[in-house]
């Protein structure tokens, strides 16, 4: 599959959910750009990107807006969060199904979760996807894209924050993470 092929298919994909999308071009990409429901988040959304670069994958980059950025910059914790971010980044692993059943539980991508390094204090989901593996499985990778990672940064949220905030220890936030977002 070719980055133009991922691109009819995520723009048809979005369409037939109705997610609302806005596409432009960003470092000489096509970009698409969603924000989605999120509770738990601060600001109660987060936002994702999708870069299709030339060659053989994709980009995505789901991501708390910039209320959480903020929270961020502005937190004494960030030590903690670096020690939390490692363990998420060591013991979480997304199992994506289809609530209908149309394919199992499994574990396709691994994202890893860090703080951007350009001064702007964004916690980001991040994931390559190889178009030709999209293309073997197509479904489970635009669910993965546009359902499970912006429910996993939901489901990180009271961890993230609560660090972030001062209103759980490191120690508590692990406990958060093992009762709520690990999978059996």
């Known amino acids: 599959m070719t980055g133009n092929d991922a691109i009819k298919k995520l ?9 609302y999308h806005q596409k ?8 698409f750009t969603m924000v989605y429901d999120s509770p738990a988040s601060p600001g109660g959304f987060v936002e994702s990107c999708i870069w299709f670069f030339p060659g053989d994958h994709a980009e995505v980059g789901v991501y708390y807006n910039e209320d959480g950025a903020e929270i961020c910059k502005a937190s004494e914790n960030r030590d903690d969060l670096m020690w939390l971010i490692n363990y998420i980044n060591g013991y979480v692993f997304l199992k994506c199904q289809d609530p209908n059943g149309m394919y199992g539980p499994s574990t396709l991508y691994t994202p ?12 980001v989901i991040k994931t390559m996807i190889n178009y ?28 993230i924050f609560g660090v972030l905030r001062g209103e ?16 059996d």
Request: some cysteine; charged content about 25%; overall charge negative.
């Open 11 to 19: 723009d048809a994909y979005l369409k037939n959910y109705n997610i």
């Open 24 to 31: 432009d071009f960003d470092q000489g990409c096509r970009r």
């Open 112 to 123: 890893r979760l860090f703080m951007s390094c350009d001064g702007g204090y964004d916690i």
């Open 132 to 159: 030709d593996f999209w293309e073997l499985a197509n479904i489970e990778t635009l669910d993965y894209m546009t359902a499970y990672c912006p429910e996993l940064l939901d489901r990180l949220a009271p961890a």
């Open 168 to 183: 759980q220890t490191i120690n508590e936030a692990y406990t958060y993470i093992d009762e709520n977002v690990l999978e």
